[in-house]
């Protein structure tokens, strides 16, 4: 069975980016996980109020296992990280506890944020450098797992410690993992704009989508389209945000979700003028 890991930061960051990707390829027998770097505590409230850091990390915790269960996500891990604080963590630390996660699940496919994190988010875009990294880590020692006997004695300790419990697995994969930046096109980001269902800006910032042309991937949700709505609905502290995606009829963001292939393996990947777009992951 093939595996797809999703590494956000935020709980509802999995159902706007890439929900209908998610039902889509659990559909066709994807096993699908998702790594959540914290519980999303200082967001917004919404109804809730004057609610704790704590306790309203655990609605948002119950919210997005309410959300896994209805696009049909096999596993969801929290790392734990406080909420606003990825971009403060010390070098390594959120790198290497994304790469354990793909050392535990030896995934076919890994999606992230692309690297302005969609809104700016500072925490968006620390995870997205994190996950790049952790992943070159992962196919770098994948690709040297068939020649594990001839490593010489610290690679082959080293890796023979770290792939213990997922050796053989990676071993049997059948081609290089591929690593994909979940992203808006242009054309998308501007259209919503230009209808006032997004702002302009987004963390001081202005607000843009990927060039229309980097876009290597674009994925035909339309038959998903009611799975994700309801995995958004079950993030109800943050209604106010699904509600504006939601009041426009035909949407293009519950149409495609789009995706930038960066790295087959660890090579990089760009768009090509004469490169046309996939349909599939």
Request: charged fraction near 25%; proline fraction near 4%.
């Amino acid at each position: 069975m093939k595996k797809l890991l999703l590494v956000f930061p935020h709980p509802d960051d999995e159902s706007f980016t890439c929900g209908g990707t998610i039902a889509k390829y659990v559909a066709a027998g994807w096993d699908v996980h998702l790594v959540c770097a914290t519980r999303g505590e200082v967001g917004e409230r919404g109804a809730l109020g004057e609610t704790s850091d704590e306790d309203f990390g655990q609605v948002r915790q119950k919210e997005l296992e309410a959300a896994g269960t209805i696009l049909g996500l096999s596993t969801i891990t929290f790392l734990g990280f406080k909420d606003g604080t990825l971009s403060k963590l010390s070098p390594g630390e959120l790198e290497d506890r994304v790469f354990r996660e793909m050392v535990r699940l030896v995934p076919h496919v890994v999606i992230t944020y692309e690297p302005r994190g969609i809104t700016n988010h500072p925490d968006h875009m620390k995870l997205t450098i994190a996950t790049t990294v952790a992943f070159q880590r992962f196919v770098l020692d994948v690709a040297d797992l068939p020649q594990f006997a001839d490593l010489a004695g610290a690679r082959q300790r080293r890796l023979g410690h770290t792939y213990k419990a997922s050796f053989e697995e990676c071993l049997a994969l059948e081609h290089a993992p591929r690593l994909y930046y979940a992203c808006l096109p242009e054309t998308v980001v501007g259209y919503l704009k230009k209808l006032k269902i997004i702002s302009n800006e987004s963390f001081g910032k202005p607000l843009e989508g990927t060039p229309d042309k980097f876009i290597t991937t674009v994925i035909d949700v339309k038959r998903f389209q009611s799975k994700k709505v309801k995995a958004l609905q079950a993030h109800q502290s943050q209604t106010a945000d699904a509600q504006r995606l939601l009041s426009l009829a035909k949407n293009p963001l519950f149409m495609n979700e789009y995706f930038i292939l960066r790295m087959s393996g660890y090579d990089e990947v760009f768009m090509g003028k004469n490169d046309t777009v996939s349909n599939r992951l």
